[in-house]
């Protein structure tokens, strides 16, 4: 209640007695939880226990955040102590029970090969939680899946075979977010990042669909070329980028932004999206849907999407629960691409584009 309640004796008188039963109440176990983790030591403002204004809308940084820069550096040694998951938010879906878990880590940390192994274990210990609790599907969010961390996800199942809870890296729906996100008509496109799983299965499934896949990197073109195991595709390598739709990643750097034509579409298959430094082109957002209606709770954003509107790698999980699917989506694996696509359209999620004109330099 109000302090100033007790002050001027407006208090219900039941409260206590509401306050004690509530905290007798046992945990509520969740269905579905998808674990991310901090990603720049200011983020911690800009979640749900953070400052609601903050978290109500898409990530940006904020100047006057500096000023609290004290309170920031507390908070990375209490990250630092505390050494534990900690749960972000609670939503739900109709009957289905979503939250999101945080690792007290940054994305700087993901980079050093002396904290992969405190992120492996602390990812692990996520995953036995959610197991002994009974929670039915995992998905990773963000860096937690990373191949050079875990295999996406492919090592805790190798090393837990009777895992009760099923693992989720939401590949097989961002392929399929992807593949809905290019413009129709398109015959040409340009990948260009790193070669992840995600990238490498688009690019087989555009070469199926008759659309040819360029690549700037002779390596990249022997490797996909070696991957799709065929003389017939549609991979094409050049140095001139004439193509207006380009397959990127986070890595994508201003050098190559430049060489784009005029009018290009960037559209990003990471997780994080690219710096914008061109005016006279177009930025997709990174893959994401519009959650349905029915999604109580939903009081943040999450990271740097719109309001009401899920990653790709988180939707995964939801829909994985929802389907009641009894396999595991990680280590090198993926789902029917158009099996997940049409389930997912079918329990109302939409998609969403909203490819928009860089307006700074570095925004």
Not at 10 to 34: G, Y
Request: net charge positive.
């Amino acid at each position: 209640m109000p302090f100033y309640d007790y002050i001027y004796g407006t208090i219900d008188k039941s409260s206590d007695q509401l306050h004690d039963s509530s905290l007798q109440r046992q945990e509520e176990t969740p269905d579905v939880v998808h674990l991310t983790h901090l990603t720049t030591p200011k983020s911690i403002y800009h979640l749900r226990l953070g400052f609601s204004h903050l978290a109500s809308n898409p990530y940006t940084p904020k100047w006057y955040l500096f000023f609290l820069w004290p309170v920031t550096a507390c908070s990375m040694i209490l990250t630092w102590l505390y050494g534990r998951t900690f749960t972000v938010e609670g939503n739900r879906f109709d009957k289905l029970k979503l939250q999101t878990w945080a690792i007290p880590k940054y994305n700087f940390q993901y980079s050093l090969q002396w904290q992969k192994m405190s992120i492996n274990r602390l990812i692990e210990k996520a995953i036995l939680d959610a197991d002994r609790k009974g929670v039915k599907v995992l998905s990773l969010g963000l860096m937690n899946q990373g191949e050079e961390l875990n295999i996406y996800g492919g090592l805790y199942v190798r090393k837990h075979p009777k895992l009760n809870v099923k693992v989720v890296d939401g590949s097989s729906l961002v392929v399929a977010v992807l593949l809905n996100s290019i413009p129709k008509g398109t015959t040409q496109v340009l990948l260009s990042g790193k070669l992840t799983k995600v990238a490498c299965t688009l690019a087989f499934k555009l070469c199926q669909q008759g659309i040819k896949v360029a690549t700037t990197h002779k390596d990249d073109y022997v490797m996909l070329k070696n991957l799709f195991n065929s003389s017939k595709t549609s991979l094409i390598t050049e140095r001139s980028s004439t193509q207006k739709i380009w397959l990127v990643d986070d890595e994508l750097t201003k050098k190559e932004q430049l060489n784009a034509p005029k009018g290009t579409l960037f559209i990003p298959f990471s997780q994080f999206p690219p710096k914008k430094y061109r005016k006279d082109c177009s930025y997709h957002c990174t893959p994401a849907m519009v959650i349905p209606s029915c999604v109580q709770n939903v009081h943040s954003c999450e990271d740097w999407l719109p309001r009401r509107v899920m990653s790709a790698w988180r939707i995964a999980g939801i829909v994985h629960s929802l389907e009641r699917w009894s396999e595991h989506e990680c280590n090198y694996t993926m789902h029917n691409i158009e099996k997940v696509w049409h389930s997912t359209l079918q329990h109302g999620f939409q998609p969403l584009n909203v490819p928009t004109k860089s307006s700074e330099q570095n925004n």
